[in-house]
């Protein structure tokens, strides 16, 4: 009876103490993307997530400003196909055009898909630039960045050519 009395005192301090923690968290802190293969596992003992190959493209966390890529952060927008990643001009959705994008007139093997990260909100595409990207064989989706960067790792673990040009979650319009 004493350690359940103990138990009953302590657990509105944990309880305080976690709320205390959680709300102690800000935006501009690194947070970590979701996955569903590690959601779906039948094995809580073996991460399927950390064995990613070297050579893959796995988005980790976001911050406002930039991403963490393969344990690496980086600042700025980006421009993951395949399995390189180079940083973006664009700083923001206007400044996505067709030339910015033009890297995918010449690239092969050709990407399945182009997922855009728009930045913290889904954004409505140009027709042009939705013409251009139809245009070179590939298929386009406009996501908030943080679902694109967690769209990309999936398509990722499935083994599909997949690119992802997204800005940072800052990014509004």
């Not at 968290?25 to 993307?33: G, S």
């Not at 980086?74 to 700083?91: A, D, K």
Request: some cysteine; glycine content about 6%; proline content about 6%.
């Amino acid at each position: 009876m004493a350690v359940r009395g103990r138990a009953v005192e302590t657990l509105p301090k944990l309880i305080r103490s976690l709320r205390k923690d959680s709300l102690s968290l800000t935006r501009t802190q690194a947070q970590v993307l979701p996955s569903l293969r590690r959601a779906f596992s039948l094995y809580d003992q073996i991460n399927l997530i950390d064995n990613v190959p070297e050579d893959q493209i796995r988005f980790q966390g976001y911050t406002d400003t930039g991403f963490t890529v393969n344990g690496v952060k980086y600042e700025g927008s980006l421009l993951c196909v395949g399995n390189l990643l180079t940083s973006w001009g664009p700083h923001k959705f206007s400044e996505i055009t067709p030339e910015s994008l033009s890297i995918f007139q010449i690239i092969r093997p050709i990407p399945e898909i182009l997922i855009l990260g728009c930045g913290r909100y889904i954004e409505p595409v140009d027709p042009e630039l939705r013409h251009f990207i139809r245009s070179t064989g590939i298929k386009l989706e406009a996501l908030d960045s943080r679902n694109a960067a967690s769209t990309c790792n999936i398509l990722n673990e499935e083994g599909r050519i997949v690119a992802a040009a997204l800005l940072p979650y800052r990014v509004s319009s």
